[in-house]
């Protein structure tokens, strides 16, 4: 199971930082993904972290976004900086067993419930 937290409103050049919980499995196992999904758009990649700790970041977030793991914790966390209102999203955690921390979305099996994240311009 994947409990994701942390959305809210922010004012556009803020930060957040989004918790994903997983229970009942070891999330080091495997690769921990972020996606999100706007209003009227399909649901896209936004980062993964590999079972090796390796991390693939979409174009549009790379050096403002950072996934993380903490094992203790079996979290994975994603901070946002310099958040933009066209990062208003709902954002899902997610897992695959492949531990290469691709972005494709068809290795996902497991989604968390989703968090808004609602950027003011």
């Known amino acids: 199971q994947l409990q994701a937290s942390g959305g809210g409103l922010v004012q556009a050049g803020g930060s957040l930082r989004l918790s994903c919980a997983a229970s009942?499995?070891?999330?080091?196992?495997?690769?921990m993904g972020w996606f999100r999904q706007a209003p009227g758009k399909e649901r896209e990649f936004v980062a993964t972290i590999a079972c090796g700790d390796g991390t693939l970041y979409a174009d549009s977030v790379k050096g403002r976004f950072t996934i993380s793991r903490d094992d203790p914790k079996n979290t994975v966390y994603l901070r946002m900086n310099s958040l933009k209102p066209e990062d208003t999203a709902v954002y899902f955690c997610a897992t695959s067993p492949y531990c290469t921390g691709s972005p494709n979305q068809g290795e996902f099996g497991s989604w968390g419930q989703g968090t808004l994240v609602t950027v003011s311009s």
């Open positions: 009942g499995f070891t999330s080091r196992h495997y690769t």
